[in-house]
Each structure stands twice: as C-alpha cells, then as structure tokens.
C-alpha cells in the first residue's frame, strides 16, 4: 500500500511527506464547482498558476463572471454553467467541489434548493468521481458543529445540530453531503478528502452577501453604522482566503482524507471584529444593535492541531493583516475607483 502510495506521488509530480506546491510537473485536469464564487475564485488562480487545466462547473448564483474573467482565454481555463444538481459528464484528475451559497443570507433565500444543492449536487459530484477514478475533496463547514458544546472544536465532536431549524439546510446538507463521501470512499473506493472550512474573509467576496465581515467592511466604507446582531458578544474566528486555499491543495495533495478543521483560532467577538474595522477604516464609525438570528451558534474557534500535524498547514494571515486587503478590494468596487485613497 505505502509502495502504491509513493509510486502515485511520484506520478503526480512529487515525492515524500511534504508537498511542495509550486514544483513543476505534468498539468492535471481539475473541476472546481463553484469555481466563480468567493473562494473557488482564489483557489483557481492558484491551481492555473500552477500550470493545471481547469475546469470552472457554476450556476452564477452567488458567483460572478467578474471572478475568473481574468483567465478567458487562457486555453488551460474552461467555464460552463451548470447546475450540479443535475448530472454532468466530464473527463478530469481532481474534483474540489464548492459548489453551494455560503452565507446564512444567501442559502437561507431558497431553503431547499439549498439542501438539493448540498445533497443530489455531491451525490451528482461523487458519481462522476467513482466513474472517472478521479479524487474528491469536499468542502464542509465548522456549522457541522452546530452551536458547540465543546471549545473549540475539534474534528472528533459530532456536533450539536437543530435538525428542524433555518440553517439546517445547510448544516444538515452538509453533514449528509460528508456522509455521502464517506460512503463513496467506503463503498465505492472513491479516493476523498473533506476539508471543515471556519469564517473565511478576503477579495472578492459578495458585498451584500450579509454575512458579518463583509457587512462592517460595505458599511464602514459607506458611512453607515455597523450592524451587530445580538449583544455581539458571540465569537467567530476569522481566516484569510489565501490560507484557506493552501489548505485545501495541500489537503487535496496529501495522503489523509480527514476531515480536518481548515480555520484560523484567532477568536474575535462580534464587538471586537467592529472595533478592528474602526481601526482599519474609520475610527468614527458607528455601531448599531439589531436583533439576533434564530439559532446562532455563540461561538466558534477550530482547534487544528490535526491539520498542523498531518497537513503541515496553519494559517499565516491574522486579521490585522488581512483585513486591509480586503478593503482596498471592497473600496474599489464599492466607489469605482482604482485607488487606495479614502473617500
Ligand atoms: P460563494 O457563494 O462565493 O461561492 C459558491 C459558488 O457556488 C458560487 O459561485 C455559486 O454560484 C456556486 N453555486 C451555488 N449553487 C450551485 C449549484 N447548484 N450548481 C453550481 N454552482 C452553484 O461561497 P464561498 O464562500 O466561496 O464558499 C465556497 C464553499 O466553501 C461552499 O461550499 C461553502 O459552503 C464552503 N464554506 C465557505 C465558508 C466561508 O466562510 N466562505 C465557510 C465554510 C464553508
Ligand atoms: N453522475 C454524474 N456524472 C457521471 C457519473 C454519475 O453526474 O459521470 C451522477 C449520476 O447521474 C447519478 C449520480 O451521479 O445521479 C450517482 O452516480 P452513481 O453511478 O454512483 O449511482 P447510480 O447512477 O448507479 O445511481
Ligand atoms: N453578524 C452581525 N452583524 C452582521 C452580520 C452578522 O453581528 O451584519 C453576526 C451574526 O449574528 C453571527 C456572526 O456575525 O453571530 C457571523 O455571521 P455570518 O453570517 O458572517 O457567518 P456564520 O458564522 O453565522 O455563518
């Protein structure tokens, strides 16, 4: 096993424990579902600068042309628009399979497009993983975990999920769409990865997709009052995209399925996240109490020794840093302009 182990490592372009991701080898043929959205978008710029061939499978519901315009034509680039929620026939290597909205906002909009998304779209991604011989890398959320009675949380905790709540379609979905790969890699011998992905921030995220970062960012910049929901002393931990993406291709690469908690620990109450905007952007700007979401979970922090020791990942990127990168992408798009500047 560990010879046939070695040998495919080989084949791939490397050998050994580590991964080294920038090394020059033969381009594989790669699917991103979801490849338009948020992180898909990042993660395709990586795996092209690579010399890979991709594949982008997106419905352009969260996602936007915008995103990987850049790589039109470019003839290692693919886009097609489809639906993963009905069958699809292709030839590839790899699957990283994003496709489904991430905000509470978005997946909450049509409940149960969003569990046929999570549920029939992974089966759909699996089927053609199993008929093709091509790896799967699912990615999962830390909403799995629910609103957690353990802290933080750690890949073994099963979670603490409302069956019949607002978010189930998507922590539910998530949590069949992980059992689903599960029983394809049991079942079916499909090789599978599942990454569980923390509060994630960055360029190019929806600026009205609703969820916290990108709220306080838009209403910063805009002059309007923060919004906290609650008494915003719930807590997240937030990590930068860029992290995230090295996550998922070392995760991808390497030889364990997981999952494994891809998050940055660094936790932050609501209040606290408002303040570090106020330094980033605006030292005036003002915050505003509205009510809390039904189910919130009160926190959230990843404990991710697994992905340290396995993967040989942590995240490099604290939210001081990252954030102002995110703000001179929001600010351009929000005011048209191609400067730094203020307005
Ligand atoms: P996003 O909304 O920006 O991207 C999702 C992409 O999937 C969009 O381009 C959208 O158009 C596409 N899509 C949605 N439904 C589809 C369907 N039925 N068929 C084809 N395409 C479809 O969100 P993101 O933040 O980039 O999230 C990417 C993945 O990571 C999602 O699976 C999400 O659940 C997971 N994740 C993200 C975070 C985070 O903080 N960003 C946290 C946990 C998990
Ligand atoms: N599927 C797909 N592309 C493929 C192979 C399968 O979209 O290349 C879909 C297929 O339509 C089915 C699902 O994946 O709905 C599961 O396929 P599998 O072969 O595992 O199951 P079966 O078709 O036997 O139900
Ligand atoms: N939140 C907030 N103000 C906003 C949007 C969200 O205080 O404008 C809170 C929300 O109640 C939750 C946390 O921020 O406690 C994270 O919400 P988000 O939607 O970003 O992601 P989640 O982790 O809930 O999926």
């Not at 959205?37 to 795996?47: M, N």
């Not at 998050?263 to 003002?286: R, W």
Request: proline share 6%; with cysteine.
């Amino acid at each position: 096993h560990h010879h046939r182990a070695a040998f495919e490592a080989a084949a791939r372009g490397f050998v050994g424990g580590k991964v080294p991701l920038g090394i020059k080898r033969k381009g594989l043929r790669i699917v991103v579902t979801g490849g338009a959205g948020f992180v898909g978008s990042h993660l395709v710029d990586r795996l092209i600068a690579r010399g890979d061939s991709v594949i982008v499978v997106d419905n352009f519901f969260t996602g936007r042309k915008e995103n990987v315009m850049h790589h039109f034509g470019n003839p290692n680039f693919e886009l097609i628009r489809h639906d993963v929620v009905e069958p699809l026939l292709l030839e590839v290597d790899q699957i990283y399979h994003l496709a489904c909205p991430a905000s509470p906002v978005h997946y909450k909009f049509n409940p149960v497009k969003t569990i046929k998304t999570n549920v029939v779209g992974t089966l759909n991604m699996l089927g053609l993983a199993k008929r093709v011989g091509a790896r799967f890398l699912l990615t999962s959320t830390s909403e799995v975990y629910g609103d957690p009675l353990q802290h933080p949380q750690v890949e073994t905790y099963w979670g603490n999920v409302n069956p019949i709540g607002v978010r189930s379609c998507y922590d539910e979905g998530k949590r069949t769409a992980e059992t689903l790969t599960m029983d394809y890699h049991r079942g079916a011998q499909v090789e599978v990865r599942i990454a569980r992905i923390f509060n994630t921030y960055g360029p190019r995220m929806c600026i009205d997709d609703g969820r916290v970062v990108s709220n306080f960012v838009a209403q910063a910049l805009r002059k309007e009052p923060m919004t906290v929901y609650g008494d915003g002393k719930q807590t997240r931990s937030f990590q930068y995209v860029s992290d995230l993406v090295e996550g998922l291709m070392r995760l991808m690469e390497g030889e364990h399925i997981g999952p494994f908690n891809l998050g940055n620990p660094g936790e932050f109450t609501m209040l606290e996240l408002a303040k570090v905007v106020q330094e980033t952007i605006d030292p005036n700007a003002k915050i505003e109490f509205r009510p809390n979401t039904e189910d919130d979970p009160h926190k959230r922090k990843p404990d991710i020794s697994r992905a340290k020791e396995l993967l040989g990942w942590e995240p490099k990127i604290p939210l001081r840093q990252g954030l102002p990168l995110m703000v001179s992408d929001f600010h351009k798009r929000i005011f048209g302009d191609h400067s730094d500047a203020k307005p």
